[in-house]
């Protein structure tokens, strides 16, 4: 039963990877038979309360401004989510709290699920943490995109959230940004990968967002086989934009080039555990294409 020592908490966890299809695959289990998501997306528990020491001053979980933070209402207006929301804001991240959030009055029968991705920057000792409070069975998955392209998304995310304007021109200076930890460490799959796979084994699974541009449906069914559910595709659902970029700003050649040779070592090192990824994702002209409507990854 739900809310026993060996049942709290989510059934499974997507740790990113950040701007790599995360809120489309949240938006499109939003509402399914059977699969519970929370009314706000990202939780930040484990790297709130077991944070990269690398992240410490750095970074901190950005607070919900104004009345963003009671737009989980707009989709679903109801005293559960009141409650859902008081406590995801008001009370103190513990273990209990934690476990709190995915109750079984509005779970039931459905799997669980806690969609952060910035877990994936979590180091040996936050995974380690993780693995103590995950039931066991817990399944975790992580989505890789070409680092390259998902640090210039994440980049211009970073700048939309602070209302400036990338200097497009000055690519040193973007280059010396996109090496901060903030960024560093998001792209660093095959790091991620090692410490959760250690710790998770059969329960931990990658997946390519190349996968969910060009197959939408078959990603959604592979990812339901892998969380032993079955997902109903909702085809409306399927090509709405999710966390879009507005302006759609192309990555300067010059900067692709510095970030190819930068990424080098860590693709070469993921190919590994992902084959092919270093074909696809070292060309000098990028992936080969856009985020795909449907993803909307900026």
């Not at 690398?54 to 989709?75: C, D, H, I, S």
């Not at 709290?97 to 079984?104: A, D, E």
């Not at 039931?108 to 952060?116: L, N, Y």
């Amino acid at each position: 039963m739900r809310g026993t020592a060996d049942s709290a908490g989510p059934d499974f966890v997507c740790i990113g990877a950040q701007k790599a299809g995360t809120t489309w695959l949240y938006d499109n289990l939003v509402g399914q038979r059977d699969v519970w998501v929370p009314p706000e997306k990202e939780i930040h528990f484990f790297n709130t309360v077991c944070a990269n020491e690398e992240l410490l001053g750095v970074e901190a979980r950005r607070p919900a401004a104004g009345l963003r933070r009671y737009e989980p209402l707009l989709r679903s207006p109801s005293v559960h989510t009141i409650r859902w929301l008081r406590r995801f804001h008001g009370e103190p991240r513990t273990t209990r709290w934690y476990y709190s959030l995915f109750p079984p009055e509005l779970v039931g029968d459905r799997k669980a699920g806690d969609f952060t991705p910035a877990y994936a920057t979590l180091d040996e000792r936050g995974v380690a943490y993780a693995r103590r409070v995950l039931r066991p069975g817990c399944r975790v998955f992580l989505i890789v995109r070409n680092p390259i392209e998902r640090a210039w998304s994440g980049l211009k995310m970073l700048y939309r959230w602070r209302g400036e304007e990338l200097p497009l021109e000055r690519v040193d200076a973007l280059l010396r940004e996109m090496d901060e930890p903030t960024h560093r460490l998001r792209g660093d799959y095959a790091r991620t990968i090692r410490l959760w796979d250690d710790a998770f084994g059969d329960d931990f699974r990658v997946f390519r967002y190349e996968r969910l541009a060009s197959a939408p449906v078959e990603f959604l069914r592979e990812v339901g086989e892998f969380l032993d559910v079955e997902i109903d595709v909702d085809l409306e659902r399927l090509g709405r934009r999710s966390n879009s970029d507005p302006e759609r700003k192309p990555m300067p050649d010059a900067l692709r080039r510095k970030l190819v040779d930068a990424f080098r070592p860590q693709v070469e090192e993921l190919d590994r555990y992902v084959p092919g990824v270093a074909e696809a994702w070292l060309r000098p002209a990028g992936d080969g294409g856009r985020a795909p409507a449907a993803a909307g990854a900026g």
